[in-house]
């Protein structure tokens, strides 16, 4: 009996014994997986504040330069990133990769059933007719002559002849990527105005924005009010962009010849001004500032 016991009591020892407080086991990757925690909250730190360092030393820098070197610097980083938006585009143009794009969108502005008539009434065609207009060699060879006869008269004679340069140079760098990219023009959709040039990029568009950009930066500077300068802007956009999109709804452009149009222009209408800019500073142009009343 005391030997059934022994084993009894060892059997039940053997199975109620508990390990003791603290003793529980510990997975093998928990120090591993904590330490690394560890490890990425410092890292996390680290980053913010290399990155308030880093825009504390921007916000100090930024202070030392003047207002000219802060917009010339913006000029640079803006022509940089429009650069490389046509160059991309460019490329995707040359390869076809634009073509399901171009055809959807060309097809929006027409009739679903007759891909030959544009949408709208008669009178959205005609007003589209007048608008493409704006952006023609015609009506903006008149508003150049008529704004640079101004600058003329008004003793300012050397801005008048970058505005005149700005624009011509537009005009033969636009003449010579549609050379270069001899695109044929839609053939989706009939023309509803007379084209003697290849597609790509949209004169049109381009010369537009050359042109309205350039000016509308010109007159800003006679104005003190920033909210007469935002408007001003925004109407030289507004022109810009309703132009293109005539282009488009007349079918007689891609709508990535209008976008090329756009960027090409913006990016000339940008370097055109910064080079007007540093010609102020040294003299080279008379510089356009308000007088007291905010004109010329």
């Known amino acids: 009996m005391e030997a059934v016991a022994g084993v009894g009591a060892l059997h039940v020892t053997s ?9 529980e086991t510990v997975h093998p990757m928990k120090p591993a997986f904590m330490l690394w925690q560890k490890i990425s909250i410092y890292r996390l730190l680290a980053e913010r504040q290399r990155l308030h360092w880093t825009m504390a030393f921007l916000r100090s820098l930024l202070a030392r330069v003047s207002t000219f070197e802060q917009g010339t610097l913006a000029a640079i980083v803006a022509s940089m990133l429009l650069i490389v938006g046509v160059a991309t585009l460019a490329s995707e143009v ?9 055809e959807r969108i060309l097809l929006l502005f027409r ?10 009434p008669t009178w959205l065609k005609e007003a589209m007719r007048d608008i493409t207009a704006l952006g023609g060699t015609t009506v903006l060879s008149i508003i150049v002559l008529g704004v640079t006869g101004f600058l003329a008269v008004s003793g300012l004679r050397y801005s008048a002849l970058m505005v005149i340069a700005s624009v011509l140079s537009g005009v ?6 549609k050379a270069g990219f001899a695109r044929s023009r839609p053939e989706l959709v009939p023309h509803d105005v007379a084209v003697y040039t290849a597609s790509f990029p949209s004169g049109h568009a381009m010369l537009s924005a050359v042109v309205y950009l350039t000016l509308g930066a010109l007159l800003c500077r006679t104005q003190s ?13 507004f022109l810009t962009v309703v132009v293109g999109i005539s282009r ?3 079918g007689v452009h891609w709508p990535t010849d209008v976008i090329a149009g756009w960027l090409l222009g913006s990016i000339w209408a940008i370097l055109s001004w ?8 040294r003299g080279g142009v008379e510089p356009v500032q308000p007088d007291s009343k905010g004109k010329v």
């Not at 033969?172 to 990527?177: D, G, I, P, R």
């Open 15 to 23: 199975f109620d014994v508990k390990p003791p407080v603290g003793s």
């Open 94 to 102: 040359r390869d076809g990769q634009t073509r399901v794009f171009d």
């Open 111 to 120: 009739d679903a059933t007759n891909p030959a008539v544009a949408l709208g």
């Open 172 to 177: 033969v760098l636009s003449s010579v990527l």
């Open 225 to 237: 009010s920033r909210a007469v300068k935002a408007y001003i802007l925004s109407f030289a956009v």
């Open 248 to 250: 488009v709804f007349l």
């Open 274 to 281: 910064s080079l007007m800019q540093w010609l102020q500073r």
